[in-house]
């Protein structure tokens, strides 16, 4: 299965941003979610969603960022609001899909920018 972002770009300070992750397949998986990573920085955990709906959001995002999958299309979304400059980043979709009964392989997609500017 190949993850494919979408939606990154420019936008002011307090806009906001919708980002797609395409799957190139239906596909099962355990979790799903968005890191993102700024210029020197570590690669960071921003939102999660569980197979079973459960969602998680790192505290910088919490209240601000909304993560959410249309299983008919096989595209996890994450809609970015009221964003801010430490916002600035890559961001990556990830996916833990399920390949058999006792496996799973983790994919990622290739990155989409955002930058927010004040």
């Known amino acids: 299965v190949q993850l494919v972002e979408s939606g990154g770009g420019l936008v002011q300070v307090g806009g906001s941003l919708r980002l797609s992750c395409a799957g190139s397949r239906t596909f099962s998986f355990k979790t799903m979610g968005w890191y993102r990573q700024a210029p020197g920085k570590q690669r960071e955990l921003v939102a999660t969603l569980t197979s079973g709906g459960s969602t998680d959001y790192a505290d910088s995002v919490r209240g601000r960022f909304t993560i959410s999958r249309d299983n008919a299309k096989n595209t996890l979304y994450l809609q970015m609001n009221s964003l801010k400059p430490e916002d600035t980043a890559v961001y990556f979709c990830?996916?833990?899909?399920?390949?058999?009964?006792?496996?799973?392989?983790?994919?990622w997609g290739q990155g989409t920018q955002v930058t927010v500017s004040s």
């Open positions: 990830t996916a833990r899909i399920v390949v058999s009964i006792e496996g799973s392989i983790d994919e």
